[in-house]
């Protein structure tokens, strides 16, 4: 499955001297899997959000970063913390990396 990849660039200021953000170019990257993982509706007053929370498998060697940002199956998602080491729990074989990514809406 491919994946869109946009690292994050950092911020910057507008001409009004506003933060802003960027990302790069978005680059293909291959993964090995994609959990659509869970979703939750927090119940706060005044807000009517879903949060979305998958899980996706990388190959050994591929990083994203905290704040990149991913486009899956036509959704995009930002990175959710670390790239994780993903190891056999029987032993100490290094399958490939996870990262858990996020999208809220509302």
Do not use: C, K
């Amino acid at each position: 499955m491919i994946v869109q990849h946009e690292t994050f660039a950092g911020t910057g200021e507008d001409s009004h001297g506003n933060e802003v953000e960027s990302w790069g170019e978005p680059a293909d990257v291959e993964i090995m899997a994609f959990d659509p993982g869970s979703t939750s509706e927090p119940r706060e007053a005044g807000h009517d959000r879903v949060i979305v929370e998958p899980t996706i498998y990388l190959y050994p060697g591929t990083i994203f970063g905290p704040r990149d940002r991913v486009t899956v199956n036509g959704r995009q998602y930002e990175v959710e913390g670390e790239t994780r080491i993903w190891e056999h729990p029987e032993g100490a074989e290094h399958y490939g990396n996870v990262v858990t990514i996020r999208r809220v809406e509302g």
